[in-house]
Nanobody
Framework: QVQLVESGGGLVQAGGSLRLSCAAS?????????MGWFRQAPGKERDFVAV????????DYADSVKGRFTISRDNAKNTVYLQMNSLKPEDTAVYYC????????????????WGQGTQVTVSS
């Protein structure tokens, strides 16, 4: 089993920045997993945000965050990050970290593991 714990959420003004972190534990093969971020606003479905391959060499983003968000990982620290710049009120959501051995499976929204989520609120 893999346990994922998100941190770094909070309240920011529009145009500001946040960096989310997701720490993985429970097994020793974190570096073999693709990692991603999803978000869910109140009353809406959970949406894909970003994904990164196990080597960090491949990334994909939702169109709504391209040019503003950057996903990265540090396998030595068992941690994945989401740098969020130029935040907008519509970015307000609970952000969830996710992991799966398959990159395509993660992008499709069916990962094996989910974190508990961290709240991001962007004021206008």
């Amino acid at each position: 089993q893999v346990q994922l714990v998100e941190s770094g959420g909070g309240l920011v003004q529009a145009g500001g920045s946040l960096r989310l972190s997701c720490a993985a534990s429970g097994r020793r093969d974190f570096s073999s997993y693709a990692m991603g971020w999803f978000r869910q606003a109140p009353g809406k479905e959970r949406d894909f945000v970003a994904v990164i391959s196990y080597t960090g060499g491949r990334t994909d983003y939702a169109d709504s965050v391209k040019g503003r968000f950057t996903i990265s990982r540090d396998n030595a620290k068992n941690t994945v990050y989401l740098q969020m710049n130029s935040l907008k009120p519509e970015d307000t959501a609970v952000y969830y970290c996710a992991a799966d051995a398959g990159y395509a499976i993660l992008v499709a929204g069916a990962p094996d593991y989910w974190g508990q989520g961290t709240q991001v609120t962007v004021s206008s």
